[in-house]
């Protein structure tokens, strides 16, 4: 891919993960992109290309996230990792000027504060989006508009059992949305007891969540509202990762245009 004054410079965290792999892909095949680095703990100093099955990349694994930075003078890291690392890179990338667009999920409310407060200082942009496909944004989108009308809901996330955080991001970002429209509330019986610790589900605000981990399933929600003899449900499914794609290439072209943090695609597609 030819290198011009005019496209964006962009690194992967992660590069060698279930995301990381498609996201690589999508920088490679983007000619608004050029990949200038891959970081991941395994295959270091293997180009990612090869590593990935498409024409070579040039750009070789690195284990250093700060090194990886530095040396290719990266404008936006997509970062796709582990809860207990999206934290630390983040604020590598703040250090050294590098816009983050994070899909990692996890992260405390603490630390997104913390980085919209550093990129103002430093006028640059970030985008923090626990799920990149417009699908998943519509249907929370659609169940916050719902919990106006129908305030009991329940939400069940249905994923891969390779994922480490429960409940899911989306999950909890749904549980927000919903939050803001809806009084806290108590859901059940009053005197409801569990029988067996956790048959309920977490409780966020008064709405409980339950999370699901299968192998087979890639990643899926369905959020279910009660009312007065009647019931709805709003579902989607992400049969495969290509479905987040277009939201990460849309946040890391759009990261560069912002001030701050945005947290969630549907603020960047509003
Ligand atoms: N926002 C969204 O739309 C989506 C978000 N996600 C989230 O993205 C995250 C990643 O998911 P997924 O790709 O399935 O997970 P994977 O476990 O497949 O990938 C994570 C990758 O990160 C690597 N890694 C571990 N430590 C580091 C480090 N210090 N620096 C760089 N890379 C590191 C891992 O290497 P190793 O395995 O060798 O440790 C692995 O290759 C999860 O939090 C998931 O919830 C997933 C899908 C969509
Ligand atoms: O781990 C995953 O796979 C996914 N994680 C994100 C989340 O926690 O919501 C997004 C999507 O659900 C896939």
Redesign the pocket.
Same mark, same amino acid.
């Given at each position: 891919m030819a290198n011009s004054d005019r496209q964006i410079r962009v690194a992967v965290? &992660?590069?060698? @993960?279930?995301?990381?792999r498609e996201v690589v892909k999508t920088v490679m095949a983007d000619p608004a992109f050029q990949l200038v680095a891959a970081?991941?703990?395994?295959s270091v100093g293997q180009d990612i290309g090869s590593l990935i099955g498409t024409e070579e990349a040039g750009v070789f694994v690195a284990?250093s996230?700060a090194e990886a930075l530095l040396q290719s003078s990266a404008e936006v890291l997509i970062d796709?990792?582990?809860?207990n690392?999206?934290t630390?890179?983040v604020y590598i990338a703040l250090e050294y000027g590098v816009r983050p667009v994070? &899909?990692?999920? @996890?992260i405390k409310q603490e630390d997104l504060q913390a980085w919209d407060r550093i990129l103002k200082e430093k006028q640059i942009g970030g985008v923090v989006?626990?799920?990149?496909?417009i699908g998943?944004i519509l249907m929370m989108k659609f169940s916050a508009m719902a919990a106006k009308y129908m305030p009991h809901v329940e939400i069940i996330e249905l994923h891969?059992d390779?994922?480490?955080?429960a409940p899911?991001?989306?999950a909890v970002k749904t549980a927000e949305m919903i939050a803001k429209e809806r009084a806290r509330m108590q859901q059940g019986h009053p005197a409801e007891e569990e029988k067996l610790q956790g048959a309920r589900g977490a409780d966020f605000e008064g709405m409980k969540i339950h999370s699901v981990r299968l192998p087979g399933y890639v990643?899926h929600q369905e959020v279910l509202f009660g009312g007065v003899g009647q019931t709805l449900v709003i579902r989607h499914d992400?049969i495969s990762?290509e479905s987040?794609m277009p939201?990460?290439a849309l946040a890391a072209k759009k990261v560069t245009g912002i001030t701050g943090l945005v947290y969630g695609l549907e603020n960047l597609i509003d």
């Open positions: 965290a &992660g590069a060698l @993960g279930k995301m990381g970081i991941d703990p395994s284990n996230l796709f990792t582990t809860p690392v999206v630390q890179n994070v &899909g990692t999920t @996890g989006a626990p799920n990149f496909a998943a891969h390779q994922k480490l955080d899911s991001g989306t990643a992400s990762r987040f939201g990460v």
